[in-house]
RNA sequence: GUGGCCGUAGCUCAGUUUGGUUAGAGCGCCGGGAUGUGGCCCCGGAGGUCGCGGGUUCGAACCCCGUCGGUCACCCCA
């Protein structure tokens, strides 16, 4: 830091997103509101940390987000708080605190971190823009979230991305499911990685999910929830399914697919990326979360939701090569070569007539503010020089296209500007 | 938390293998060429404790040790 001899930095796994880059996130987050706001989302903002238990309750004790990577704190009333690892846990908690209107549909955009080891595409403050959906228990209400999802992949441009679901079950169903899946996994203990054969007892379903070869051998005949769930879940399952086919959504269903937190009831899904070489692929998921508001405190009401990673989604739009955006540019840009005056009170004419001006500083040479000028992409500069103050005028320039300089009075300047469009 | 790779100008890097006078390039930045006109071109300039600390040596950007940082991967996730 200052003072020891080393520049100060962002701590580790944090990025800072400067301009002109920050206008791709501002595109970013209007087109996902144009998209959720279409289907009637209203945006909320929550507080960017909650007491601690916000988290441990719905997302699981078990839970790798949970268990190890949270930013826990004590603040100076001996509150434990915890900056927020996810979107949805806040959001059901504002749901349960202030009780809203049914159906609920809310959107958001928020920073989340996590403590982990930062690599490609991974950070310990990413970004997401997500949606939750409280109320309905509807198969219809899946369809709407997760195609919602895939709308706002297609509309940055995306193609090359897949979408997995699968169902979780429910409470009825969930617990003899993974009772059986237990059964099956114990005597297979021998044949798993060394990572997940103590999962067998703490979470087997994430044995599921395991990457490695020899773990996806031992459980290639294990038991398969879909062939487990209870009639309900069935019923809700095949609903969600046909109706991704009806409204066009592709997607594989994958009875591997376990998410690693431990709210998820029935449909869950994941998006991911092929165009993202790096294990960090997946770009957004979600799911049903039928209990989370009751664990949190409320009543017994079902809820689904999605979160899109916002740093992921835009290296997937950068792989593929799409969802470009060019920076807003500048009207004018005011140079003044005799004692800055005009330059001042031109600037602020042009920015009260709605015009998007600036203009250099500090009285440098003309050469010096023609250049700022062209860097700034102004369409046209405006020059003040002794002879047009002399005059009362200024001399506009075209800088982006081919066309004459001409002078007018500096009382036209608005007007002029205005038609050099 | 574990492991691989890497730390030289604002940025991207060369130089490290075979230690040897004032550490280089491109881009960017500043100024000039046009005594009032940007982009292209030409000329010049500023800018570096070679991450930090210690060691070996007559001598270290270069070799050794440590440390900090970055990056990639595992795990997990957005």
């Excluded at 309905?136 to 895939?150: G, K, Q, R, S, W």
């Excluded at 995306?158 to 003899?176: A, I, W, Y």
């Excluded at 009401?301 to 500048?330: H, K, M, Q, W, Y």
């Excluded at 005056?341 to 015009?355: E, I, M, P, S, Y």
Aim: hydrophobic share 40%.
């Amino acid at each position: 830091m200052a003072g020891d001899g080393t520049v100060a930095r962002a701590p580790s796994g944090t990025h800072d997103v400067l301009w002109p880059e920050s206008t791709r996130w501002e595109a970013l987050v209007a087109l996902f509101a144009d998209q959720v706001e279409r289907a009637g989302y209203g945006l909320a903002h929550t507080p960017i940390f909650e007491d601690v238990r916000v988290f441990r309750r719905g997302i699981g004790e078990g839970s790798d987000v949970v268990g190890k990577e949270m930013y826990e704190f004590e603040d100076r009333g001996g509150r434990m708080l915890a900056l927020r690892p996810e979107g949805t846990a806040p959001m059901v908690r504002a749901f349960v605190q202030r009780r809203p209107p049914l159906p609920w549909k809310a959107w958001y955009v928020t920073p989340a971190f996590r403590y982990e080891r930062p690599q490609a595409g991974r950070y310990r403050q990413h970004h997401q823009l997500g949606v939750e959906a409280i109320g309905p228990t509807d198969a219809d209400l899946d369809v709407e979230v997760v195609a919602l999802a895939d709308g706002v992949f297609r509309s940055a441009g995306l193609s090359d991305f897949t979408l997995k679901l699968n169902s979780m079950g429910d409470e009825v169903c969930r617990p003899v499911f993974i009772a059986e899946l237990q059964r099956f996994l114990v005597g297979r203990r021998e044949a798993l990685c060394a990572e997940h054969q103590h999962r067998i007892e703490t979470n087997p379903l994430r044995v599921l999910d395991c990457k490695r070869e020899a773990c996806r051998a031992a459980t290639a005949d294990a038991p398969r929830f879909v062939d487990h769930l209870c009639d309900a879940c069935a019923a809700h399952f095949d609903r969600v399914r046909a109706g991704l086919d009806a409204v066009g959504v592709p997607f594989q269903a994958d009875n591997r697919l376990v998410r690693g937190f431990d709210y998820y009831t029935r449909t869950t899904f994941e998006f991911t990326s092929g165009a993202l070489e790096a294990a960090q692929n997946g770009i957004g998921g979600g799911g049903r979360y039928d209990g989370l508001v009751e664990m949190l405190g409320g009543p017994a009401t079902p809820g689904i939701g999605f979160g899109i990673g916002i740093e992921r989604l835009l290296l997937a739009c950068d792989a593929e090569g799409v969802f470009p955006v060019d920076p807003p540019t500048l009207d004018a840009f005011v140079v003044d070569v005799a004692g800055g005056d005009v330059a001042r009170d031109v600037t602020a004419v042009l920015r009260q007539a709605g015009l998007r001006a600036d203009r250099a500083f500090d009285s440098r040479s003309m050469k010096s503010q023609l250049k700022s000028a062209d860097r700034s992409g102004a369409r046209v500069v405006v020059i003040v020089g002794p002879d047009e103050v002399a005059a009362g005028t200024v001399s506009l320039r075209p800088l982006r296209s081919p066309g004459d300089q001409q002078t007018v009075p500096v009382a036209d300047v608005v007007g002029a500007v205005r038609d050099a469009r």
